[in-house]
């Protein structure tokens, strides 16, 4: 079975601090890991995804984030907050073995920059 | 570059009544979709996924059915909609391979069953 979690339901960061969004997954295989950003109304919007490779994922808008296979976590981070960050983040697992058509979706995190 | 619709954008509907809400791809072909619902602002849970024309698999049971009549064309309907399928309808499409790609979503469609 695969899943993830999102612990917080709310994360609340001063412009221009550092941001970091967290996540953990569970999988049977090897974890396809992936974050999406949605705006009110809106559908969710792609950000960046580990499949293999180096550790620290790059992505769109300057966030990054951070595979760590012994921590099962795969924490979105961004140095510097922007107002505009303010938004719902979803993290989601594929099980690369078992779980070719369905992309695990985590309960989401809303994240608010305060000016 | 590829783009997906979804409609209408916003529905009321009362109890009982029938549902049709569509989405079309452009800029690509045979394409594996996928339709989501998103209750209360928050998780998404998948309810149906194709990989071809009329081929449908369902996660969910539930009082919704989905059918692809075209190789771009992903249709959710109902014959009697219930109080609990009031939601935000994201319909998706993978881009890439099978386990590696990511999803692009539209816009929704959100339901309100009254």
């Known amino acids: 079975a695969q899943s993830v979690a999102q612990p917080e339901d709310q994360v609340n960061v001063a412009e221009g601090n550092p941001l970091t969004v967290k996540c953990t997954y569970s999988v049977s295989g090897n974890p396809y890991l992936f974050w999406y950003v949605q705006y009110p109304n809106r559908g969710l919007q792609f950000l960046l995804k580990y499949i293999t490779g180096d550790n620290l994922v790059k992505g769109s808008y300057g966030f990054e984030a951070e595979f760590n296979k012994s921590q099962t976590s795969f924490h979105l981070k961004k140095p510097s907050a922007l107002v505009s960050d303010s938004a719902l983040y979803f993290c989601?697992?594929?099980?690369?073995?078992?779980?070719?058509?369905?992309?695990?979706f985590g309960t989401g995190t809303r994240l608010t920059v305060i000016p | 570059s590829q783009t997906i619709h979804q409609w209408p954008a916003t529905l009321v509907q009362p109890v009982g009544s029938p549902l049709s809400l569509e989405c079309t791809v452009e800029?690509?072909?045979?394409?594996?979709l996928y339709w989501y619902r998103q209750a209360a602002g928050r998780g998404l849970q998948l309810l149906f996924y194709?990989?071809?024309?009329?081929?449908i698999s369902s996660e969910v049971p539930q009082n919704l059915s989905a059918s692809r009549p075209q190789d771009r064309q992903f249709i959710l309907s109902s014959k009697k909609l219930l109080l609990s399928d009031s939601g935000f309808y994201l319909c998706?499409?993978?881009?890439?391979?099978?386990?590696?790609?990511?999803?692009?979503f539209g816009e929704g469609s959100r339901l309100t069953v009254l």
């Open positions: 989601a697992v594929r099980d690369g073995v078992t779980g070719a058509n369905n992309l695990f």
């Open positions: 194709s990989v071809g024309i009329g081929q």
């Open positions: 998706a499409w993978r881009v890439g391979s099978l386990n590696t790609g990511e999803l692009f």
């Open positions: 800029g690509t072909s045979n394409p594996n």
